[in-house]
């Protein structure tokens, strides 16, 4: 018996991940199939690192819950050396809740806890490749603007695309 599904009609219930969420969201971003092994891996010492001592930096991770299971989460940070700028480093919604808001409530949670710590603008790495349309969809949707793009960036013909949104 696999993992439950939660109701539609029920929003998630938002909280700050705990080091027992990680193993969940760890499944998360494999399950979504878009995550290479090596980004699983490099989430896996994110996570870590991040209860570890991350938090004392400024690193905000938060769990979406339904009905007691794990959907989701999102991970952002202050970007350093800047002058109020952040960058949201994860998002990912179980496969089988994706396109249901789950993910737009991660990310208008996220905007709304840069917002309140003064942040005026959020940024998003992003692939270009084609598994990711999905995910730049997602962000234009929501008012990011049209990516800069550095060429090759991944590897030959993986371009990274860094969204961004200006926050009022």
């Known amino acids: 018996m696999g993992p439950r599904k939660p109701s539609q009609q029920e929003a998630p219930a938002l909280r700050p ?6 193993p969940a969201l760890l499944a998360i971003a494999e399950g979504t199939g ?5 980004e ?12 570890a001592h991350e938090r ?16 989701g989460f999102v991970y952002w940070a202050p970007a350093p050396m800047t002058d109020r700028t952040w960058h949201l480093y994860w998002i990912a919604v179980r496969r ?18 840069v917002l309140a710590a003064g942040g005026r603008l959020l940024l998003i790495d ?18 990011y603007e049209p ?11 993986d371009d990274l695309l860094v969204f961004r949104k200006r926050l009022r």
Not at 34 to 38: D, G, H, R, T
Not at 43 to 51: G, N, P, R, T, W
Not at 133 to 139: C, D, G, I, V
Request: aromatic share 10%.
């Open 40 to 51: 699983i891996q490099a989430l896996q010492e994110v996570l870590s690192d991040y209860h």
């Open 96 to 113: 089988d809740l994706q396109s249901r808001g789950s993910g737009a409530r991660l990310l208008a949670f996220c905007e709304a806890e």
């Open 17 to 22: 991940s705990q080091p027992a969420d990680s």
């Open 34 to 38: 878009v995550f290479k092994p090596i």
């Open 56 to 71: 004392a930096n400024g690193h905000r991770c938060a769990t979406a819950w339904c009905e007691g299971t794990p959907i």
């Open 126 to 143: 992003t692939s270009s490749l084609s598994s990711y349309a999905p995910t730049r969809r997602f962000y234009a949707k929501h008012g």
């Open 147 to 157: 990516p800069a793009v550095i060429r090759d960036f991944y590897a030959d013909g």
